[in-house]
């Protein structure tokens, strides 16, 4: 504040009346911020996270590298399990084209059929074991995944 934003200047006028300056406009805030309740959650939900990581960082630094390592060597499995599996779809397919090709059957039928069939797998039309291919923990398991492949194959 400036020496002429804190004075008064009166007028000569003896009868005048002192006019208190204007008081400043007070920034409005519609946000209040978070209520004391919001806050003691939070501090709570932070203060987990704060000992779940101070947990980690209390253990010798061999111990949190092997369970990095056991993490690394899962994800080296799954990668494998799905280079597999990818390896086995192709192959299935190239079958199916040629065995297509040779019934006179084209490419986009086979392709109508498969959709058809994991559609019908997927409603839970279809829980035949193929012969014993499929085993029942196979069917189990993609009856837990069920709304998720949904996605796939819409």
Do not use: C, Y
């Amino acid at each position: 504040m400036s020496l002429t934003d804190q004075l008064q200047i009166v007028p000569a006028n003896a009868e005048a009346g002192f006019i208190p300056p204007p008081e400043a406009p007070k920034p409005k805030t519609d946000d209040a911020g978070p209520t004391l309740e919001e806050a003691i959650a939070r501090n709570e939900a932070l203060t987990e996270k704060i000992d779940a990581l101070d947990a980690i960082l209390a253990k010798p630094l061999h111990e949190i590298l092997a369970d990095r390592e056991k993490a690394e060597e899962a994800a080296l499995a799954w990668d494998r399990f799905g280079a597999m599996w990818m390896l086995s779809q192709r192959a299935m397919r190239r079958v199916a084209f040629d065995l297509a090709a040779q019934l006179g059957v084209s490419e986009q039928e086979v392709v109508a059929r498969a959709m058809a069939n994991a559609n019908a797998v997927l409603n839970g039309a279809d829980e035949v074991d193929l012969g014993g291919s499929v085993a029942p923990a196979q069917l189990q398991h993609i009856a837990r995944h069920r709304n998720f492949l949904r996605k796939q194959f819409k």
